[in-house]
């Protein structure tokens, strides 16, 4: 799945430690969401959305190779 | 390069925690050293035959797996609590620890019979935990 999380996060300004404490996660999470290792659950991805006030579908995508659309 | 490649290694090895986490994560190993000191001091009074059987021998045996239930409790509360991806490594380490462990433990019993020098359970028990480190090694490392 890919995301614009990293955008997003740069367009605040704000590094990967205090995106961790807003969401209440440890900043290897963010990063690993980030470099797309690691899909995020969904309440989190719930979380990410509300904490840039966009729906989910503008922040995560599917790609071809994921599952669902396999 | 990105940011995770400018942290120390110690610190990447390690991982980064939220504030929860290293607190229950200090208390369950907390509960792990209660637990091996209480192992230690109940292997020696028992093969020193300082206590031997009775009431007290029952206590002196019984005293590392009350411990060791405090550490299990500590540790699932960790578990329930613990950051995402933090249970995800957590859960792929455990899944390597009990798998090599349990196919070791079956596996090694016919090795025995082939020759191999005789194993206890204390012997996977190692097993189980060495390989719960190598997984906990390649998680950090794969999520990093």
Known sequence: MKNRLK???AE???TQARLARELDVSRQTINAIETGK???SLPLAFSIAALFGQPIEQIFTPEASDPQNG | MNEENKRPMLDRLCGDMTESDRRNLNRANLWLALWLV???ASTF???GDVVSSGLAGWIVAAAPLVVGLGAMLAYGRYMHQADELQRRIQLQALALGFGVAFFFGFGYRLLEKVGAPAADISDVSMVMAFFYFVGLWIGRRRYA
């Open chain 2, 38 to 40: 209480s192992f230690a």
């Open chain 1, 7 to 9: 955008v997003l996060r």
């Open chain 1, 38 to 40: 690691y899909d995020p």
């Open chain 1, 12 to 14: 605040r300004d704000w």
């Open chain 2, 45 to 47: 009074l028992i093969k």
